[in-house]
T-cell receptor
């Protein structure tokens, strides 16, 4: 089963608007990552936030983490058509048969930014 | 630095055949992870290799196997292909071990179609 679940599944906005995507997860984590994927291609890492951090910024991106609610949000400000992509959150979870953690992805939010 | 490369980019096979996919990580990266992406199941972790050792594995049948060479290049093999194995197979690398703790650099993927 997925560790992280993004909400909403799809989001359509106009250029210049802000976009907010949410991620909820089930078990405690060490860190949470956000990735972007354009049209079924490889993923691009956006931000990694550790469990002892509450907020992180990178350019037009702002990520928050609330470990008490087991949730995170990704805010993209002043969106552009080029931001059109699927956005995934990923958390660490124990792999089968061992103590090593694996990266577990949610099913993603499809963001469409209309020019 | 060159990015993560995957070969081939597209592959068409028939049920029952086997397939080998290749991944060359970014120079200096010792960790390589593999993921399967399908519309229904999303992104699912297959396995992670670090210094030629499998560190972690996901919940896939034994038909899925992999290995890593001394130069960190990795291959994954799927035997006795089934229709449900049709997917985008993504490889990711990171400098150190522990894919769940570090930014992952993804390749463009191999699109496998099983007929």
């Amino acid at each position: 089963s997925q560790q992280g679940e993004e909400d909403p599944q799809a989001l359509s906005i106009q250029e210049g608007e802000n976009a907010t995507m949410n991620c909820s997860y089930k078990t405690s984590i060490n860190n949470l990552q956000w990735y972007r994927q354009n049209s079924g291609r490889g993923l691009v890492h956006l931000i990694l936030i550790r469990s002892n951090e509450r907020e992180k910024h990178s350019g037009r991106l702002r990520v928050t983490l609330d470990t008490s609610k087991k949730s995170s949000s990704l805010l993209i400000t002043a969106s552009r058509a080029a931001d059109t992509a699927s956005y995934f959150c990923a958390t660490d979870a124990r792999g089968s048969g061992g103590s090593n953690y694996k990266l577990t992805f949610g099913k993603g939010t499809l963001l469409t930014v209309n020019p | 630095k060159a990015g993560v490369t995957q070969t081939p980019r597209y592959l068409i096979k028939t049920r029952g055949q086997q397939v080998t996919l290749s991944c060359s990580p970014i120079s200096g990266h010792r960790s390589v992870s593999w993921y399967q992406q399908t519309p229904g199941q999303g992104l699912q972790f297959l396995f992670e290799y670090f210094s030629e050792t499998q560190r972690n594995k996901g919940n896939f049948p034994g038909r899925f196997s992999g290995r890593q060479f001394s130069n960190s290049r990795s291959e994954m093999n799927v035997s006795t292909l089934e229709l449900g194995d049709s997917a985008l197979y993504l490889c990711a690398s990171s400098p150190g071990g522990g894919a769940a703790y570090n930014e992952q650099f993804f390749g463009p993927g191999t699109r496998l179609t099983v007929l």
